[in-house]
């Protein structure tokens, strides 16, 4: 099977240009003929569902939440980057393009990231024409930071609720729709099956998950916008919901899967405490702007610091490894999430771990504090301000710009982080795999659409910060709707989808054999407990660091914890009601399938390269050994019955804009 | 810490629901509300009884999807948090808990602690939008300056995370927080300003359809608020509503 990225031809620059204006159209008039289902409501799907429907297409858009504004966008904290250049700082389009293929470590379509950067600006036109209440200077003019990864201010904030802002915007957008009839909206329903009917998508299979009925919902395109898999790892900075299933079911029915072991570990979470643990709290990038990270130089004191003997505010300076400035000047605390991540993680290894369980690093904000103290102090006209004053006045400038991130925080460790530094160890946050799509966003099941997170496309190997919401609002709002019409131009002498047909009759059939099967096994083992285990083997064979025994270990150990589950999984209640439980047990048994697929694609490729760090390889001084001889490619597994035992077809990467180089942030 | 949990039980919005007494052992202090929930759910799953069902999804205070009566509080006690911020070390050992789900005509209950808070979205979709088309012609970010105090009291509206809480909390169960905090974002930027009077007109009367009570200015909802709306924005959308009821038809 060989597959076509269908990238225009032309420079670069004009590709999408020249794309978006040979691409074909549907008429008004059979606009209204045609239906589109949308899975999902987070950035990209809300926003695709608004813009759709405004276009005059028959929009049904479904959400598993009570809610389309609570899909987990909503919690992204730290900003959404654009290539405005409103700094004067040298940014373009270019740059953005450049920057964004090199923190994914080439491992990324040109095409698919130069237009992105490109139609990144308008994101932030649309957006402020929402009414979305962006953070503002005294000038009345849009305020930026920076993220990681980067060496300019690209980055459109709402304080450390960016994601709400930007998701509630898409929200208005879509509930516009919803009034005006365009949309048809279906909360508390979940996508059960993707129904493929001669090759081409034509509906899918839906459960309500307050009454627990089917329903079947026949539909010209079908768009997956309904995030990544993060949550295989059972603790992740994922809502509970989150979950894979979507793009399981559709690879399941010979959608390809891209990448799945690109998983990003975010390096500023709070660390676990306990067993109970349910799930973990990211602490935004942002706070890398003007946090410093370090632990102790000496293990002793990183001993008396785990034991309570000594506080990380008494110990001085020069007592003190700031590691990441220490390894990487040119970037400093702002390297890219897989960097820091990994950097991390070896200190911790090493024994300079400095909470109890030894997993956990410093973020500090003390200079900062001192830093801003002063500089307000100068501007007030405070000459000789005394210690004290400097600390009240730089903390105000640190609450304005991170007040919630820090409320956030003493919340969940009641440590007060203006006083006493935070605690942070990395994360599973992201996944940068996902279904395989060309550069229309179709996947090889022609009408398949994969948006936002749920596709593979723009960040390779790791994400930079803030341009998972570029690329969610990017998809949905200026790339889908116009690529999709592309192929409904053939669909307008479709008619309406025959729901009643064969196709749909044995997906549904299939549907509930599972459900049934779920809620009669009877077993003695909970949805969670197995949930948990299979977290455990993900994150110590498939996580932060990998090698191949440890997957093959993993693989072997997945396969054992699925037949198990099958066998003795116990579902509470019934399937005809609101059953939490039953929801989570189908979500749960994707999981242990993609999982196995996840290792089996860390397994084969043999490189580091961005999130995924193999321990054989690796340069003297421990930093990722790339191989863009032999690995220069997206891994596109094809299901054939068994995840372990999934086809590979490749498709290669070409470079014609970047140099492929070693990512050195030093 | 040991406790008791007394738990509203609700079979379906049809059932008339009770309140059922459970026994939690050794509960971690820094655990939060609602992984202690957890705990006893799999207690109960391994029991062979159901677990009991509530809404909750992010679990870090933004999603707005938790939704727990406790000890006759919104969000339990502690101010500015949502369920899933209440750690248990707000509790004493030996304590007795009494959890309820939300309670407004508005916002029948699913099951359990579960309720349906559908209205909300209804009122929002009756004007809480700008009626801008996806064009990628829009003028420039830019083009508009727009003062920064506005900017920022509009941004802390807009921050509601459209939980129910101020629903739950109120005695007349009124959303007038939750509409008014909609109404001020849009109507404190120069882009919501053109729709503002079609806005709160239609926003006021889809609340009175959903049979959200009246606001007698008691301000429970604002101590009980988990991101802070301010009041403030109840007396804005008044002024709001008065001007546009005043001004001619359009």
């Known amino acids: 099977m060989k597959l076509n990225a269908n990238i225009p031809s032309g420079p670069i620059g004009e590709k999408w240009g020249s794309h978006k204006s040979s691409i074909r159209l549907v008429s008004p008039a059979n606009k209204r003929n045609i239906d589109v289902v949308v899975i999902g409501t987070g950035l990209a799907g809300s926003s695709a569902a608004a813009s759709l429907a405004e276009m005059g297409y028959r929009v049904k858009a479904f959400c598993f939440q009570d809610s389309p504004r609570r899909a987990h966008s909503i919690a992204a904290q730290g900003g959404i980057n654009a290539a405005k250049n409103y700094q004067n700082d040298g940014d373009s389009v270019f740059r953005l393009f450049y920057d964004t293929i090199k923190g994914g470590d080439y491992r990324s379509r040109e095409a698919n990231v130069y237009r992105l950067a490109e139609v990144s600006a308008n994101i932030i036109d649309q957006c402020v024409a929402q009414g979305v209440p962006f953070a503002r200077d005294y000038g009345g003019l849009l305020d930026n930071r920076s993220f990681g990864g980067v060496q300019v201010s690209r980055t459109f904030y709402a304080k450390g609720q960016t994601g709400q802002q930007l998701l509630l915007g898409a929200y208005s957008a879509l509930n516009r729709q919803i009034s005006k009839g365009n949309v048809k909206m279906y909360n508390r329903h979940e996508m059960m099956d993707v129904v493929v009917e001669d090759g081409k998508a034509r509906g899918i299979i839906a459960r309500n998950l307050t009454t627990g009925e089917i329903e079947r919902h026949g539909a010209h395109a079908v768009l997956l916008c309904s995030g990544g898999y993060g949550n295989v790892f059972f603790l992740s900075t994922n809502a509970m919901g989150s979950n894979g299933s979507a793009a399981w079911k559709a690879h399941r029915r010979g959608a390809m899967f891209a990448n799945p072991c690109f998983t990003q570990i975010h390096p500023t979470c709070i660390p676990q405490s306990g067993e109970y643990q349910s799930k973990l709290t990211l602490m935004s990038e942002s706070l890398r702007n003007d946090g410093r990270i370090w632990v102790p130089k000496d293990k002793k004191d990183a001993e008396a610091i785990r034991t309570g003997k000594l506080k990380p505010t008494d110990l001085p300076e020069e007592k003190r490894d700031y590691y990441l400035e220490r390894r990487y000047p040119a970037f400093g605390n702002l390297v890219p999430r897989d960097v820091a991540s990994r950097a991390a993680k070896e200190r911790c290894d090493e024994g300079f771990g400095v909470n109890a369980t030894g997993q956990a690093v410093f973020l500090d904000f003390s200079s900062a504090i001192q830093r801003y103290g002063k500089t307000e102090a100068t501007q007030l006209g405070i000459s000789n301000p005394s210690k004290e004053k400097v600390i009240e006045l730089g903390e105000k400038v640190v609450a304005s710009k991170y007040g919630n991130l820090f409320e956030m925080y003493e919340k969940i460790k009641d440590i007060n982080p203006y006083k006493s530094p935070m605690m942070i160890y990395p994360a599973v946050h992201y996944t940068m795999g996902g279904l395989w799509v060309d550069y229309n966003l179709m996947t090889n099941v022609p009408g398949l659409y994969a948006l936002g997170e749920a596709n593979f496309s723009d960040h390779g190997a790791n994400r930079l910060g803030a341009s998972a919401l570029m690329q969610g609002l990017a998809d949905g709002y200026f790339v889908a709707p116009y690529t999709v019409g592309d192929y409904l131009a053939d669909e307008i002498r479709t008619g309406d989808i025959d729901i009643n047909s064969e196709a749909f009759e044995k997906a549904e059939a299939e549907v509930v054999e599972r459900i049934d099967k779920l809620i009669n096994n009877n077993g003695t083992r909970s949805v969670d407990s197995f949930h948990r285990a299979l977290g455990k083997i993900m994150w110590d064979k498939c996580g932060m660091a990998r090698n191949a025994e440890g997957l093959k270990e993993a693989i072997s150990e997945i396969k054992a914890l699925r037949e198990e589950f099958w066998s003795d999984v116990k579902v509470p209640g019934r399937k005809d009601m609101y059953n939490p439980e039953l929801d989570k047990a189908g979500r749960v048994a994707d999981f242990l399938e993609l999982g196995e697929l996840m290792c089996l694609d860390a397994l084969t490729r043999e490189e580091s390269c961005g999130g995924h760090f193999r321990e054989e390889f690796q340069t003297e001084e421990g930093e990722a050994l790339r191989d863009d001889e032999n690995f220069a490619f997206v891994s596109c597994w094809k299901y054939s019955g068994e995840p372990s035992k999934a086809e590979l077809v490749k498709e290669e990467l070409t470079f014609e804009n970047v140099e492929l180089k070693t990512r050195s942030y030093k | ?250």
């Open chain 2, 1 to 250: 810490m040991n406790l008791t949990l007394k738990i509203w039980r609700q079979n379906g919005p049809e059932d008339k629901g009770r309140m059922e007494i459970y026994p939690v052992q050794d509960i971690n202090p820094d655990m939060s509300f609602l992984e202690m929930m957890d705990v006893l759910n799999e207690q109960l799953i391994a029991e062979g009884k159901d677990p009991i069902a509530f809404d909750h999804d992010c679990r870090e205070g933004i999603c707005g999807m938790c939704s727990m009566f406790i000890n006759g509080e919104a969000h339990g006690p502690g101010r500015r948090i949502t369920t899933c911020q209440l750690h248990m070390r707000s509790f004493n050992d030996g304590d007795t808990i009494v959890v309820e789900p939300w309670r407004a005509a508005a916002f029948p209950v699913i099951k359990d602690l579960a309720t349906d808070r559908s209205a909300f979205d209804r009122i929002q979709q009756a004007g809480g939008y700008v009626s801008v088309n996806t064009s990628g012609n829009t003028i420039d970010a830019n083009a508009i300056p727009v003062p920064k105090t506005d900017a920022d009291r509009a941004f802390d509206a807009a921050t509601c995370i459209g939980c129910g809480a101020c629903v739950a909390t109120c005695k007349n169960s009124s959303a007038m927080l939750f509409v008014s905090a909609k109404v001020s974002q849009y109507a404190l930027l120069p882009q919501g300003k053109v729709e503002a009077k079609e806005r709160v007109r239609k926003m006021v009367n889809q609340m009175d359809i959903e049979g959200f009570g009246n606001c007698t200015n008691t301000g429970a909802c604002e101590v009980e608020c988990p991101v802070g709306i301010s009041l403030e924005n109840i007396a804005r959308m008044n002024r709001e509503y008065l001007s546009a009821s005043l001004s001619s038809a359009e």
